[in-house]
Nanobody
Framework: QVQLVESGGGLVQAGGSLRLSCSTS????????MAWFRQASGKEREFVAA????????FYSDSVKGRFAISRNNAKNTVYLQMNSLNPEDTAVYYC??????????????????WGQGTQVTVSS
């Protein structure tokens, strides 16, 4: 049984930083591409960042590029999202996602097999 558990969310002031973690179990983590998505209240889920299996190649949405960094620790079966220079528009529930299939389009939610339950990030102005 695959489980993805996010942690590290919370309330932060604009300009601050948070580090999200996604701990996985039941997954061949090193063979899985991982991603973060977010969903703000009343909006659709949107892609934030992804990191490919094997190559470690990373992808970012334009809205977070230069501020967020995705990384992975295969020994700990965990993926991270370092978020810097946060602004109120980053307020959302952040979800971790995984796929064991080849990932040609990292931003497509349909490409991911597994999802976490989400962690709330709130940025105050």
């Amino acid at each position: 049984q695959v489980q993805l558990v996010e942690s590290g969310g919370g309330l932060v002031q604009a300009g601050g930083s948070l580090r999200l973690s996604c701990s996985t179990s039941g997954l061949t983590f090193s063979s899985s591409s991982m991603a973060w998505f977010r969903q703000a209240s009343g909006k659709e889920r949107e892609f934030v960042a992804a990191i490919l299996r094997y190559s470690g190649t990373t992808f970012y949405s334009d809205s977070v590029k230069g501020r967020f960094a995705i990384s992975r620790n295969n020994a700990k079966n965990t993926v991270y999202l370092q978020m810097n220079s946060l602004n109120p528009e980053d307020t959302a529930v952040y979800y971790c996602a995984a796929t064991t299939s080849p990932l040609a389009l990292p931003s497509n939610t349909n490409k991911y097999n597994y999802w976490g339950q989400g962690t709330q990030v709130t940025v105050s102005s």
